[in-house]
């Protein structure tokens, strides 16, 4: 069979797929789009849209957000409880003083079903991106010119440039990337819907609760709209094989518990409790090579502390993208040229993914947990200043920093005046 070539192929049309190609769209430039699923399809995810979901799509369009709002009314998400061992309860909103406007929300919750959807529906409404569904992989081969990409429907492209998008278990990641599962950067979870559970934050924060026999993890709890909860456990996969465990009974153990017991007394499970991997990005890896870029959880981008990882997801995509014009501009392809994407993954994501296993590789230890979340309990001007670190990069490395703990504990025991916010 004769091959059809395209200069940019993407394979997966999730969030970092699907990105890629609106915003190759967005600059003008024509893309084939590959999912071996159909949509609507689930896919098993904490379901939480950080701020940097809508801000990048509103930079393709101002009312990109609007339209997905409006097609399947998301959770609008102002802030984060943080329940430490001590159950010293910590509220951190998203903004200082904010005002709670639905449609200005830092944050989103949407089931997975619902936001993958929506962005297939803007995929589709651009005439430049060629998507096939139905249609999954089968062997991807390069050459000298780029990659011949077969599936199992019998159709075969050649491209320039192949990204790869096609989640945590990417084939082609593993094979052809070389990018190995490794157990101590890797994550395991699962997750149900309830309907009916109680208690939650009026203004919708998203819960973490970092519960003793589950450490390093956290047991969550999100609403979702219409009474309904995504609810979840999370461990490191190498502490899970240690102790173990099975995550769906040990869940089922969390929610009958008595911490948890009156607020799921009426709540009633609607699916089958799931379960799935989290490729973390708390390990430094290559991301590109000659003719290839891996994008979202096919390059091991989730954050290791919260598990978010659509954010990132999108995040690659565009940046992924923006380098595919350079790419065709020049007309290189090669891995020399192509390292500009790890450089920018560098700067915008993978300081901030090393700060947080910083912070996961803190929180192992109880004692320190309970003693940092006591300060901060005790003290309301580290409270706004932790809630400016959500979008404070710079501010937020401050919290790796033993010196501003240690300056806090003397101002908090009257050893020091009260420690500024610089």
Known sequence: MASTFTPILIIGAGPAGAATALRLS??????VLLDKATFPRDKVCGDAISGKVPTLLNRLDPAIMDR???RFTPADVWGIRFYPPSKK???LPFKVGYRRVPDEAPGYVSKRIDFDTFLIEEVRRRDDIDLRLRTEVLATDR?????????KTGEEWTCSLLIDASGAHSKFSRGEAGQQIDKNHYAAAVRGYFRGVTGFHPDNFIELHFLDDYNPGYFWIFPLPNGEANVGLGMRSDIVKKRGLNLRKEMDKIVASEAFRE???????????????????????TLSGDHYLLTGDAGHLIDPLTGEGIGNATYSGF????????CLRENRFDAAFLAAYDVRIERVLRTELRLSYRLQQIMQHKWITNFLTGIVAANPKLVELLCRMYTDFELRKQLVRPGFWWKLFRAKSGKLPAVAED
């Not at 009426?266 to 989290?278: E, H, K, M, N, S």
């Open 26 to 31: 967005y600059l003008g430039i024509p893309s």
């Open 68 to 70: 997905f709002r409006q």
């Open 89 to 91: 309860l910590i509220e």
């Open 143 to 151: 050459d000298e010119t780029g990659y011949t990409v077969r599936t």
């Open 263 to 285: 607020r799921f007394r009426d709540a009633v499970q609607i699916d089958p409790t799931v379960g799935y991997g989290l490729p973390l990005g708390s390990k430094d890896r």
């Open 319 to 326: 940046i992924a993208a923006e380098l595919a014009e350079q």
